[in-house]
């Protein structure tokens, strides 16, 4: 089944210890992307990847960071996780067509929670 | 970063009638998508349109890339209880296609 998967589904940890969310899809697409999603804010890029050690910011990178070592797998890492990151969190992938990200597949999301 | 403008924010509506919502931009789109977001789960696509003009459905769901490229509309017919969810549109902006630009979704309510 194609699909993608992210881990862990709920999260609740306190200020400042590091954190890692992983994301995996089945489907050997190129592009990868991480967004947070707030109530009233709707969802906001965090990063992206076009292909493999190919990583770029979004419209909200600060305080987080990303890998793209291999196609299939684009973690989420918070070196200092603050309370402001508190969210709802959807890794996605796609095909690139024209140079862009092609329809998009949405994991089932991460809810963490920064005390 | 650019988003696109949605419309309404809100429905309540009752099981049977239809469903009209919208998405407007500032500049062209090349892609329009439509998502679906149920509580608890990710974005699910529900209609790709990649021409201008284009009518598309899928389902009781039609979807439409406005002629002038600015904008796009999603038509429900004959709502059901299920159809509860945020209704999100999305698309490439002709100008930078490295990233998709977001509404801020349409909740939509159904009372059986």
């Known amino acids: 089944e194609a699909q993608v998967t992210q881990n862990p589904r709920y999260l609740i940890t306190v200020t400042g210890k590091k954190l890692t969310v992983t994301c995996s899809q089945n489907?050997?697409?190129?592009?990868m992307s991480w967004y947070r999603q707030d109530p009233g804010l709707g969802l906001r890029q965090i990063y992206y990847s076009m292909n493999v050690e190919v990583t770029d910011k979004g419209d909200v990178p600060e305080g987080y960071k990303v890998s793209r070592k291999e196609k299939r797998n684009f973690p989420l890492i918070l070196e200092s996780p603050s309370p402001n990151q508190t969210s709802l969190y959807f890794c996605?992938?796609?095909?690139?067509?024209?140079?862009?990200?092609?329809?998009?597949?949405f994991g089932p999301g991460t809810r963490l929670t920064v005390t | 970063g650019q988003q696109l403008n949605q419309s309404p924010q809100s429905m309540f509506i009752q099981e049977g009638e239809d469903v009209s919502m919208n998405c407007t931009s500032s500049?062209?789109?090349?892609?329009w998508l439509w998502y679906k977001q149920e509580p608890g789960e990710g974005p699910v696509l529900l209609i790709a349109?990649?021409?201008a003009g284009e009518l598309t459905s899928n389902g009781r769901l039609t979807a439409q890339f406005g002629i002038t490229r600015k904008d796009s509309f999603l038509n429900i017919s004959a709502s059901i209880p299920s159809d509860v969810g945020i209704y999100f549109c999305a698309g490439h902006n002709a100008g930078n296609n490295r990233k998709l630009i977001w509404g801020l979704g349409t909740s939509l309510a159904v009372n059986p």
């Open positions: 489907m050997n697409h190129e592009y």
């Open positions: 996605a992938s796609s095909r690139v067509l024209a140079g862009g990200p092609h329809e998009q597949y």
């Open positions: 349109l990649y021409k």
């Open positions: 500049s062209i789109f090349n892609t």
